[in-house]
C-alpha cells in the first residue's frame, strides 16, 4: 500500500469527512535509503473533493469539486523491502488548505522527524564484536 491510499482509507474512515476525495499532486516527495531494505519516506501533496460521497470506489467516475478547499496531506513512514513498517507508526496529517497554520507545519515537521532516518542511530555495521 501505497502512502497516498493509506491517507485516503484514513481520511474516508473519519466520521467527519463528508466527500470522496482524489489524489491531486505531489509538492514535495523525500526517499531516504537506510541500511538493510531501509526506506524513510515523506511525502506532502494535495487531495481534491469530489461529488461523490466519502466512501466511494475508484472504479467509480467521481468529478472533482471546485467549490471546496483542497485537503493538504502529509505522510512520513518507514519501508522495510518495499513493505509499510508500523515501527514507527506512519504519521498522518491532513487539513483543509485554508485552515492550515504554521504551528501545524511546525508540528508536521517535528512528527515526521521522530519517524525519519537517523544517521546517528546505531547500525548492525556499528556493533563491536570479540
Do not use: W
Not at 514507527?88 to 491532513?94: A, F, L, Q
Not at 504554521?102 to 555495521?125: D, F, H, Q, W
Request: aromatic share 8%; with cysteine; charged share 25%.
Amino acid at each position: 500500500m501505497s502512502g497516498v491510499d493509506l491517507v485516503l482509507e484514513q481520511l474516508s474512515s473519519h466520521a467527519s469527512v463528508q466527500h470522496h476525495f482524489i489524489y491531486l499532486r505531489s509538492l514535495e516527495k523525500t526517499e531516504i535509503e537506510g541500511s538493510f531494505g531501509v526506506k524513510y519516506f515523506n511525502h506532502h501533496f494535495f487531495l481534491k473533493p469530489t461529488r461523490c460521497a466519502r466512501g466511494a470506489s475508484r472504479e467509480q467516475h467521481c468529478p472533482p469539486r471546485n467549490d471546496r478547499p483542497l485537503m493538504d496531506c502529509l505522510i512520513c513512514y518507514k519501508t522495510i523491502y518495499g513493505q509499510m513498517d508500523s515501527n514507527p507508526k506512519p504519521y498522518i496529517h491532513c487539513m483543509q488548505r485554508p485552515r492550515i497554520t504554521a504551528e501545524m507545519l511546525a508540528a508536521r515537521e517535528a512528527e515526521c522527524k521522530k519517524v525519519s532516518y537517523n544517521p546517528g542511530a546505531a547500525t548492525i555495521l556499528a556493533l563491536k564484536t570479540r
